[in-house]
């Protein structure tokens, strides 16, 4: 039984700010931005978006009502989670439409939960195959203004129909995965922006992706010389190439030429979106599947998963026959966004949801079809525009 993604759907903020002019005006080098990190880029996300209605968004993009009716297990990954009991599937799953008889749950562990919840949806429809599930890793990055981790934020989310016999990557029984207490990064109870160990979390990245490659190649008996495309989570696209390299060096030059190539497809969309946490690495599989040339049916992809604190996988997906009759084109989604200065890129960030129990937002100026209209008693009121 083949058992993969079936569809593929992103959203992020019609926002973005520049990086080189965040880098003026922070008083840095344009280049530490631009070619430091890799970002050139940043989605900026008004106060009338949050994780539901980015989940929401994303996964409106591509279910229809045949879906719907045999959509019944919703999972939505974040670390972005408006609530400490109700999970973003629920709210996301009336704003859908979705059946009632369904079952709807959030995960949580940094920016790896969507490939648990990727996983977890193989297994429910490996039991029931007639199904399908919708799975969603929806965030938005918040590390600060004029901190360290100001120019890795970002937002957005990416929406994943699971479903037997998929059209687009078939997902492969050969995951390797690590995990271990690490405090490289973490985000308190009641604390709206994250903590971070930037050095130290970037080299625990690489020690876990050189741990888990290993292993899964003494596993498998496939090298790095077996894949069409390595994609990995992209907290900024500079730290994936440190990790494509690692996997690469021992590589003839042509093999290592094109797996260069094929990664600078898959960092097209995160270089102008900024860090997507769960949604990210399938981002990369996004701008992969549309910005890439050469990708063919039968092509086998490996993902490398990370999140901090810390949880690594790795695992391969064989691309379908039809994998290119079911992409979209989101270049004129990211090209139709509208660009703020620093000053309204500061003045957004500052305007964000914090702890009231009442408040109301202005939507006039959101286009999405879904939006955070504000708080009443204590109570999110999302709407359908």
């Keep these: 039984m083949n058992i993969g993604i079936d569809k593929l759907g992103f959203y992020t903020s019609h926002l973005y700010v520049e990086m080189a002019k965040l880098a003026k005006a922070r008083e840095v080098d344009p280049n530490k931005y631009l070619i430091g990190i890799g970002q ?9 978006q949050d994780a539901v209605t980015l989940a929401a968004n994303a996964a409106a993009s591509i279910i229809t009502k045949e879906d719907m009716e045999k959509i019944d297990l919703v999972i939505v990954a974040t670390e972005s989670g408006v609530d400490n ?73 990416v929406a994943m129909l699971v479903a037997n016999d998929p059209q687009i990557l078939a997902l492969q029984d050969d995951s390797v995965y690590y995990a271990d207490d690490i405090m490289d990064f973490w985000r308190p109870l009641a604390a709206t922006e994250a ?55 021992s590589l003839d030059p042509t093999k290592q030429a094109q797996l260069l190539a094929e990664f600078e497809a898959s960092k097209q969309y995160s270089k102008v979106t900024g860090n997507l946490y769960t949604g990210s690495l399938y981002l990369s599989l996004l701008s992969l599947l549309e910005n890439s040339t050469s990708l063919c049916p039968g092509d086998r992809l490996g993902l490398f998963s990370y999140g901090s604190g810390a949880q690594a996988e790795f695992y391969s997906g064989i691309l379908q026959p039809k994998f290119k009759e079911a992409l979209g084109d989101h270049t004129k989604l990211l090209a139709h966004r509208k660009e703020v200065d620093v000053l309204e890129y500061e003045k957004i960030f500052e305007s964000n949801l914090k702890h009231e129990s009442d408040r109301e937002l202005d939507i006039t100026s959101d286009p999405a079809q879904f939006v955070l209209a504000g708080v009443k008693e204590n109570k999110r009121q999302y709407i359908k525009q």
């Excluded at 050139?40 to 009338?48: D, F, G, L, N, R």
């Excluded at 199904?131 to 890793?137: Q, T």
């Excluded at 490659?213 to 069409?228: H, I, S, V």
């Design 40 to 48: 050139e880029k940043m989605a900026v996300i008004p106060p009338t």
């Design 85 to 157: 009991s109700k999970s973003v599937a629920a709210y996301v799953s009336r704003l859908l439409g979705l059946r009632k008889d369904i079952r709807v749950l959030e995960l949580k562990q940094a920016c790896y939960a969507a490939t648990a919840g990727l996983q977890l949806a193989k297994g429910h429809i490996a039991l029931h195959p007639d199904k399908k599930a919708l799975v969603i890793g929806a965030d938005i990055a918040r590390y600060g203004l004029k901190t360290a981790g100001e120019p890795t934020q970002g937002g957005g989310a």
């Design 195 to 249: 903590l971070v160990d930037g050095k130290y979390s970037a080299g625990i990245y690489l020690d876990f992706f050189a741990k888990v490659f290993a292993r899964y190649q003494q596993e498998t008996g496939l090298t790095a010389n077996d894949f069409k495309a390595l994609l990995f989570h992209l907290p900024y696209t500079k730290q994936g190439l440190k990790a494509l390299r690692v996997a690469i060096a």
